[in-house]
């Protein structure tokens, strides 16, 4: 299995430009979900999805949309990008949505916005 | 409301000497709580979980932690820190309310270990 899976790694934007960032999961997990990693901020949930179809906001969902057509991918949408979006991005699935699922997470995407 | 705080933002040793990193939550449900490491540049890794079965956790590479419910409190501890495991450590809590699963991380400890 590969796991969890992200691209592009690494992402320059300019302000105002568009992008989607890609995750996937082999592991036919039902719960998947997106955060961002600031300094001394820990991971913030952006958005998350239990399941094809099914998606809701996080904590921090401003500026970003998410769909989820298949279980296997949820890709992260930023529709006019802003320099506070500059940070990693880390998608993460788990097999269900009980307290006790662990998540797996992506090796994230650095984004840049100038 | 759910929280979790890591009392320490950096916390540095010797090689060879104990690691203990510390973490308290608040959580209204009875949560799970997960330590994760980050190596540089790398993604985050699981180190162990408790999940309401044995209060004292064993994880990988020779980490535990210990669930006191009175203190509220998950510390990480290692008898004897490595130059690996110099890296960034979450606390994590969760607990399924409002019909979803509710993650919430701590800020993040980073250990330097010195030689």
């Known amino acids: 299995n590969a796991g969890v899976t992200q691209t592009p790694k690494f992402q320059v934007l300019k302000t105002g430009q568009s992008m989607t960032l890609q995750c996937a999961q082999d592991?036919?997990?039902?719960?998947m979900s997106w955060y961002r990693q600031d300094p001394g901020m820990g991971l913030r949930l952006i958005h998350y999805?239990?399941?094809?179809?099914?998606?809701d906001q996080g904590e921090v969902p401003n500026g970003y949309n998410v769909s989820r057509s298949t279980t296997e991918d949820f890709p992260l949408r930023l529709l006019s990008a802003a320099p506070s979006q500059t940070s990693v991005y880390f998608c993460?699935?788990?097999?269900?949505?009980?307290?006790?699922?662990?998540?797996?997470f992506g090796p994230g995407t650095r984004l840049t916005v100038l | 409301a759910q929280s979790v705080t890591q009392l320490d933002s950096h916390v540095s040793v010797s090689e060879g000497t104990p690691v203990l990193l510390r973490c308290n939550y608040s959580?209204?449900?009875?949560?799970?709580l997960f330590w994760y490491v980050q190596h540089p540049n790398k993604g985050l890794q699981l180190l162990l979980k408790?999940?309401?079965?044995?209060?004292l956790v064993k994880g990988i590479n020779g980490f535990e932690a210990e669930f006191k419910k009175s203190e509220t409190s998950f510390h990480l501890t290692k008898p004897s820190a490595h130059m690996s495991d110099a890296a960034e450590y979450f606390c994590?809590?969760?607990?399924?309310?409002?019909?979803?699963?509710?993650?919430?991380f701590g800020t993040g400890t980073k250990l330097q270990v010195i030689p």
């Open positions: 993460a699935s788990s097999y269900g949505t009980g307290d006790t699922d662990t998540q797996y």
């Open positions: 592991m036919n997990h039902e719960y």
């Open positions: 999805s239990v399941g094809a179809g099914i998606t």
């Open positions: 959580s209204s449900y009875s949560p799970s």
């Open positions: 408790y999940t309401s079965a044995a209060t």
């Open positions: 994590v809590v969760s607990a399924f309310s409002g019909g979803y699963q509710k993650v919430t």
